[in-house]
């Protein structure tokens, strides 16, 4: 019994811990968003401090229940619901890339709307899944958020078009969290699938002034048209599969097929459309013509993916053979180093294909899952044998999210650009390396576990090591101008990421990633570092009293084993 409440006391205080490091970064965002910007900015810097601190209030170890019974059966097993990231984790994001940018009011809109949606989800959706009545107070909360909202955003839109954009937004992205909780089961976490709900919101919102005016980078147009297509073709594959008993077995493949035919000549359409010119013949330009790098970065491409695939085959007759659980760790994470070879050339050399690349790899993992997960036959056997050799327990759901996440950790850094070098690399240099060191050197060498955590202290070592020495090598070899200051705090960064790391319950390919892309931009910011310390001692001295109760019960219990030892 003391130990299972030891236990229980360490995993409380290590989701505290972790809830600190975003909501820590989004107060330093806010505030140097409302420094930079003044005015209006302050409204929304306002709200988002009271989202950071009603997180952490919630989170608290002696507040902090885990997953409700409604819930518990419907996201991934064995983790809390992830709601600190479904509430901080956009916003902080879309406060990155404001302060990254000289004109940071550009981006009002879109901050406005994803703070809109993550208040929605902090109050609404997390007591819904925790069985709780609203009350007067968390409906009047909500309204004057909206309010101080539409007040932030850019003066040149209506109040009604501000209130009717962000109660729509609030409702689709509210309904369609919890649509895909619901009908995903096990595949997510409350907060992964708000999140992704979120970003999709964002895009949506974000697409039309692509689309419809000029300016844009073709790249752009084309991931966002993409993403909603990739929308419109999941819900129409789901829709088609509940009314496939009408569709003769043998035809099956045709059918769902063209559905993928139709879908993907809609989004060319809409490109051709946006970009007033053919996308197939842009691609061709981009490609063959353009230049000299471009084509070396597709031949490289087709080599690498060649001896990957030859490697694969090569190693199938060995799968019936027994592995221990570090080969088993190798094989996962050959996924990482392939990511790492095909994409650091192009983020260095070509960007241009590889955003390409990008979308199109998007585009062809959501089209191969559904046609899994819908069990298409003849491929989704073997799409699932092939994809079941790289999974483990958190692909245990409808979904294998696991390469998604890989994808997107990578991408999304590329993808959300600025003017730092090492936040566009944050998804290669976390997944691709430190990711894989901390994996390889936690299950070979690791003794010392995290309390309450799987994770050992020597890979989170082997982690932060790792990011430290590669980002510092970036920074060495790619920025004009270093200064003592920017390396002590790369140097704090990433010992932080490796104990988030360790820390999260989430899947770590998404948070860790976002999180570095972030924190390069808010640390290293002029106006954030200039206030870093004082708002980190103050989240310390926030956490204390909820936290030291919890370190001093899971330090006594190791002095307590030393001793018995």
Known sequence: MTTTANSATGRRARLYYEACIPASLLILAAWAYGAQQGGRAWVMSAVALCLAIHSLWQQRPRKFTGVGPQLEDKIRAGVDDGMVWGVLLVPLIVFAKSLDMTNGTAFSNHLAISLAMSLTVSIFTRRMYASAKMVLLDITVWVLGMCALAYGMHPYLSMFLKFAMLFTLCFLSFVFTAKTVYSLPGSFTLGEAAVAVQGICVVFVDAPGRIFARGSSVEAVFLEVAVLGLVLLAAALFYASKHRHRINRTLEPVFFSGMVLVCAWLVIVVVNFAIRKSLLAWAFKVIFLDSTANLLLIGYWVCVLGIAALLYLLAGSATSAPQNKFW??????????????????????????????????????????????????????????????????????????????????????????????????????????????????????????????????????????????????????????????????????????????????????????????????????????????????????????????????????????????
């Open 328 to 565: 088993l760790h190798v094989r996962r994470k050959s996924y990482h180093a392939l990511a790492t070879l095909l994409f650091l050339p192009g983020v260095l050399f070509a960007s241009q294909p590889l955003h390409l690349g990008f979308s199109v790899a998007l585009i062809v993992f959501v089209v191969v899952e559904c046609l899994r997960a819908l069990d298409v036959h003849p491929l989704a056997p073997a799409i699932d044998r092939f994809l079941r050799r790289f999974t483990d327990h958190r692909d245990a759901g409808l979904v294998v999210t696991s390469h998604f996440y890989l994808l997107l950790g990578c991408a999304l850094p590329v993808w959300l650009g600025g003017t730092s070098e090492v936040a566009r690399l944050a998804g290669l240099l976390t997944l691709g390396l430190a990711d894989t060191a901390a994996s390889l050197v936690g299950t070979r060498y690791g003794r010392h576990k995290w309390p309450g955590s799987p994770k050992t202290l020597e890979g989170s070592a082997a982690f932060a090591a790792s990011l430290c020495a590669a980002s510092g090598l970036v920074v060495y070899a790619l920025v004009d101008q270093q200064n003592v200051s920017s390396a002590l705090m790369l140097f704090a960064l990433c010992i932080g990421l490796a104990a988030l790391e360790a820390l999260t319950e989430q899947n770590d390919n998404m948070v860790v990633p976002l999180t570095m892309y972030a924190a390069v931009h808010v640390l290293l910011s002029d106006k954030a570092r200039f206030h870093a310390a004082p708002v980190l001692m103050a989240t310390a001295a926030f956490a204390a009293p909820s936290v030291l109760p919890a370190g001093r019960s899971i330090i006594t219990r190791h002095l307590r084993n030393s001793k018995s030892r």
